[in-house]
């Protein structure tokens, strides 16, 4: 079964810092891996996704992550965060079968001006 | 294009009622996916329909059903709600059933079970 597990439930930044939001997966076979972001009352937005086709996603609003197969990671990062940033988000696998997500835990981002 | 839409947005109920949440996808979206989301268990999946055939079911309770029609709008139904049903529902639409399709996730439905 295929799994994703983020570490870090909260993660505070200052405002103009680096933004690094982890995420290892667990697959058995080459991974779908996704980045989406979720502000408060709201559903969620697609930031990025990885596909095989590169290593590192650029996404939406300067986000980017690295596919590191060695290492079994997704990690999320921005140069420098803004107070917009401040919002839930979620690492997500797709499963082999179909348009399944399994979802990891979340990390809510804090943004301190 | 118009985005997912979910409707109603909010939702009281108490123990023992049913409740249908209806979701509209994506114009030409023949995909619509289900999930519940929990403070507890997090975001889980519920079940996906494709040319309204139910594709894949997670691990949830009979009394969770759902179905989707001919123009691509789905619902989805629980019977004899419980105090752990409170939850948001989110419908996320796609237009294909393949592995790493985007999918994209409407406002969801905030159900509060009394």
């Known amino acids: 079964a295929q799994s994703v597990t983020q570490l870090g439930s909260h993660v505070s930044v200052s405002e103009g810092a680096l933004v690094l939001l982890r995420c290892n997966y667990s697959?058995?076979?080459?991974?779908?891996l996704f980045w989406y972001v979720q502000y408060p009352n709201q559903g969620l937005q697609l930031l990025l996704k990885?596909?095989?086709?590169?290593?590192l996603v650029k996404g939406i609003n300067g986000f980017e992550a690295e596919f590191k197969k060695s290492e079994t990671s997704f990690h999320l990062t921005k140069p420098s965060a803004h107070m917009s940033d401040a919002a839930e988000y979620f690492c997500?696998?797709?499963?082999?079968?179909?348009?399944?997500?399994?979802f990891g835990a979340g990390t809510i981002l804090r943004v301190k001006s | 294009k118009a985005g997912v839409t979910q409707t109603p947005r909010y939702l009281i109920k108490t123990r023992g009622q049913q409740v249908t949440l209806s979701c509209s996808p994506i114009s030409g979206h023949r995909s619509v996916s289900w999930y519940q989301q929990t403070p507890g268990q997090g975001l889980q999946f519920l079940f996906e329909y494709f040319s309204e055939t139910q594709r894949n079911k997670g691990n949830f309770p009979g009394r969770f059903s759902g179905r989707q029609f001919s123009n691509s709008r789905s619902e989805m139904n629980v019977s004899t709600l419980e105090l752990g049903d409170s939850a948001l529902y989110l419908c996320a639409s796609s237009s294909q059933v393949l592995q790493g399709e985007t999918q994209y996730f409407g406002p969801g439905t905030r159900l509060l079970v009394l």
């Open positions: 997500a696998v797709s499963n082999s079968n179909g348009n399944k997500l399994v």
């Open positions: 697959s058995s076979v080459p991974p779908y």
């Open positions: 990885y596909t095989s086709a590169a290593t």
